[in-house]
């Protein structure tokens, strides 16, 4: 490996579960700053990617680099603490506490060297999960069981909890999934305008090419557990393969 | 009262307190004695409500509690401090050091596991504490009567003496418990409980939460079991036995995780029921028990605790 | 030498399968019903106390001495037949898809009723039904003698698990039953019938708890109190194999049952402190029992 200005990289990655490869001879470098986000069809190995790189699964071969140090056999919560956080598919909430408790929760994790003798609800907590919360219009939500809320708004807390810390990359596993059609747009420009405030590498697991489009500048494609295309978003778009594998738009060709 | 005094915490453990060791001067003997032994079950299930707030529940806490017992006995017996304050407090210390070493090996398990392998490390103890006859095998050694500051209380003061003493000392326990749960990590524990993989992707570790319950567990059940062995003036390895452990399950499934005073009531809840039917069921007690236990859970499946957060909340929400 | 050894091989093995045929029920219940069920010593020792009941009975009828063995099976199927409606409709269908902790704890409160429903039954004596041993003669290994009972015990666990196995891995209500173990909600999407495949399992565990307890009876006193034994022995014996794996309550119960039988004759001291041991150390190094599931991706 070389030193070089990349702030997450992997080199040739090698993964399989059984029979399946959720990863083939990946190599991928991201700076900092860049909107990336990662398209492909289920079981292509985007999932899989991202959870290499946050620690929860080892890969076979290769090694993953963070600000050039090697994170590959680090655990979620060291690599975590390092400046990498995620968001979920499924919204990973506390699902009895409110908005507020759960923001409140992501803040004490991100703190070092607790007392355990003050409360956690006191006066400076509470000013920076009124800030999050306006951040990501969950104003209104603040004081709500998350269990009850509607969907887009349990994706807005997920991510946003994964933003307390203030990582140098997060990683957004399908952000609009499981959302409804009107609210996708509203949801991603919400997103967008809550992490447009820091120097924030955002990586993200997305399946509508309108939003890939409208949101990243850099695309990278999967297909197989191989990527087939990493580009500026217009020309991976336009790809062949890309079209063929990922997107779906063949071109009739003739027969 | 403004609804700011009846919140404070102070303000109710003092109260409470005071109520409790005013009360203890014009109620019979018998029921000081429950009243003490129902503290010393609380301890206990006081740990084990801290353990369920990180989403564990110890099957097996006859084990801190015989360790408790027998340190408070065998200070007693062979190095002669006869002090029940000093002898709580180091059964608390040093149950709470056992937990800490246990601690790791346990904090890797989860659910059912966890419960089992604490039954087995309490199971354990009572394997070794009956077969060591130099400390009475299975039939267990008498303590020596208590001193208070260098005093011995006469005989028919010595139980409130112990219940005073007892009160006062859990009180203070519960207050800084109580404190433990508002603060930060009490607050990451509850999260651990809903979903440890989040709260370790939010950078925290469920394994320290899990080591630090424990030992705080550890020391509460040690504490307790000391209380129970200087209230009965006697300690055996029963201290440890399994069916003991359940009646501390029992207790803070009654109690539920959200109060530290509902703990302490059904406690006093399963004293009385036993006591009670021990004197007119003899032969039947365990049958009433196993009854009274089944339609407790049925009927109040968040514990007594949830009606106490209810109504503290009503004064909060003004 | 041999002569020591073998001993320790038969006594563990005798041992071994008693353990069994309780632990068989125990984790069968489990690995369907997801329920560790402490009441299960309870059901033993009701199988023990029926048995002890009707094998007088029968003898005063005068029948041929071999149908005893047909009164004992009664006796277990009686127990399994009353208590199994009584404790999986009545009690434990109120907590299904509750913490398992929970759970274990209402189990723990039925065996509290249990011990004080055998006291308020037969009373604090103890009785004793020690004919059917005598049925099937001795046998001599040179200068070991055993009794043919015993021994017949071993081939008992044998064909109950032999039996359980077959029923699950080569019959379509076996299949349906290990269907419901992997996941109950998609089996019951598919139109099993979850609450039958339940009180069915349960009934099974329960028959298995009380015939254990039927075939013991003549080999001790039944008394009050000869339940709380089996409950952390049957444990310990799961614990071990794994929760919810008949393989592994074979070879959970014969490590406890040969450790066992060689502290007897080696380290007396040792003879109930070494089983805790045994499912101490297994929980420290494989906490899930030698033969654990695999668990599902959770994200």
């Known amino acids: 490996m070389s030193k070089n200005n990349d702030l997450l990289r992997a080199e040739g990655i090698n993964k399989s579960f059984g029979a399946v490869t959720a990863a083939k001879d990946i190599n991928v470098g991201i700076k900092k700053g860049e909107r990336v986000s990662l398209i492909g069809s289920n079981g292509a190995g985007k999932t899989t990617f991202m959870n290499m790189v946050t620690g929860y699964l080892k890969p076979d071969t290769g090694n993953i680099f963070f600000k050039n140090e090697n994170i590959t056999s680090l655990n979620p919560r060291v690599i975590t603490q390092k400046g990498i956080s995620r968001s979920f598919q499924i919204p990973q909430i506390f699902e009895p506490m409110s908005t507020w408790e759960n923001l409140l929760v992501a803040l004490g994790t991100s703190q070092k060297n607790h007392s355990y003798f003050k409360n956690a609800r006191s006066k400076e907590n509470s000013d920076y999960i009124d800030e999050m919360l306006s951040r990501f219009s969950l104003n209104e939500f603040a004081h709500r069981q998350v269990s009850e809320l509607p969907g887009g708004v349990r994706k807005l807390l997920d991510i946003a909890m994964a933003l307390v810390r203030k990582p140098d990359i997060l990683l957004l596993d399908e952000p609009t999934s499981g959302v409804g059609a009107e609210e996708k747009y509203p949801l991603m420009d919400t997103i967008a305008k809550a992490l447009s405030v820091e120097d924030l590498t955002v990586i993200f697991v997305e399946h509508d090419m309108d939003i890939v489009q409208n949101y990243s500048e850099r695309v990278v494609a999967f297909y197989q557990g191989e990527i087939i295309a990493d580009d500026n978003c217009d020309k991976v778009l336009k790809d062949k393969n890309v079209q063929e594998y990922v997107t779906g738009k063949t071109q009739v060709k003739a027969k | ?318 | 030498m041999i002569d020591e050894l073998l001993t320790i091989f038969l006594d563990g093995a005798i041992y071994a399968s008693w353990l069994f045929i309780v632990a068989l029920g125990l984790t069968f219940v489990f690995g369907v019903l997801k329920i560790l069920n402490i009441a299960h010593g309870g059901i033993y020792a009701l199988g023990a106390y029926s048995t002890a009941t009707l094998v007088p009975i029968f003898y005063s009828l005068g029948v041929p001495e071999q149908f005893v063995i047909l009164t004992m099976l009664i006796s277990a199927l009686a127990v399994a037949i009353v208590i199994t409606p009584i404790m999986e409709r009545g009690i434990l269908r109120r907590f299904y898809g509750q913490d398992e902790v929970l759970i274990v704890l209402v189990t723990y409160a039925i065996y509290l009723v249990l011990e004080d429903v055998q006291k308020l039954i037969w009373g604090m004596n103890s009785l004793y039904v020690s004919e059917p041993r005598e049925l099937l003669g001795a046998l001599e290994f040179g200068s070991l003698y055993y009794v043919g009972y015993d021994l017949a015990l071993i081939g008992l666990a044998i064909f109950c698990g032999l039996f359980l196995w077959l029923v699950l891995n080569k019959t379509k209500s076996g299949k349906i039953v290990l269907a419901v173990i992997h996941n109950p909600e998609i089996s019951g999407c598919m139109g099993v019938n979850i609450n039958k495949v339940y009180l069915a399992a349960f009934f099974v565990g329960a028959f298995l708890a009380a015939l254990a307890g039927s075939f013991t009876a003549p080999l001790i006193s039944v008394q009050v109190g000869i339940s709380v034994a089996v409950v952390i022995e049957s444990f310990a014996v799961v614990i071990i194999g794994g929760l919810g794996s008949i393989p592994g309550a074979v070879i959970g119960a014969l490590i406890i049952g040969m450790a066992r039988a060689a502290c007897v004759h080696k380290l007396p001291e040792a003879e109930i402190f070494i089983m805790y041991l045994c499912m101490a150390g297994m929980l420290i190094f494989r906490p899930k029992g030698l033969f654990q599931g695999t668990q599902a991706r959770k994200i």
């Open chain 2, 1 to 318: 009262m403004s609804p700011k005094l009846i919140n404070n915490i102070f303000f109710q453990s003092i109260f409470l307190m005071s109520l409790l060791i005013v009360v203890g001067i014009f109620i019979p003997n018998w029921l000081v004695f429950v009243i003490t032994k129902a503290i010393a079950y609380g301890l206990v299930g006081l740990g084990i409500i801290t353990l369920m707030r990180g989403g564990l529940v110890s099957f097996g806490q006859g084990f801190v509690f015989g360790i408790g017992g027998y340190t408070a006995g065998l200070l007693g017996t062979q190095a002669g401090l006869t002090d029940a304050i000093l002898l709580l407090f180091i059964s608390f210390i040093f149950t709470g050091f056992v937990g800490l070493i246990i601690a790791p090996l346990l904090a890797r398990y989860r659910d059912i596991f966890f419960a089992m392998l604490s039954l087995a490390f309490s199971m354990v103890l009572y394997g070794i504490l009956i077969k060591i006859d130099a400390i009475g095998g299975s039939d267990g050694f008498v303590l020596p009567e208590s001193t208070y500051f260098g005093i011995k209380p006469s005989p028919e003061y010595a139980d409130y003496m112990l219940y005073v003493v007892s009160i006062i000392m859990t009180g203070i326990v519960s207050i800084i418990i109580k404190y433990y749960y508002d603060s930060t990590p009490g607050l990451i524990a509850l999260a651990v409980r809903e979903n440890e993989l989040r709260v370790e992707y939010l950078g925290s570790s469920a394994f320290n939460v899990a080591v630090l319950n424990f030992t705080i567990a550890a020391g509460l059940g040690g504490m307790g079991g000391a209380l129970n062995g200087i209230a009965l003036g006697h300690i055996d390895p029963e201290f440890t036995y399994w069916t003991t452990s359940g009646e501390f399950v029992f207790i803070s499934i009654l109690a539920g995780y959200l109060s530290v005073p509902a703990v302490f009531l059904a406690a006093l809840l399963l004293e009385l029921v036993r006591s009670f039917s021990g004197r007119y069921f003899p032969d039947t007690w365990q049958l009433i028990l196993g009854v009274f236990l089944i339609l407790s859970i049925i009927f109040i499946p968040s514990g007594i605790g949830s009606f106490f957060k209810k109504f503290f909340d009503k004064f909060k929400n003004k």
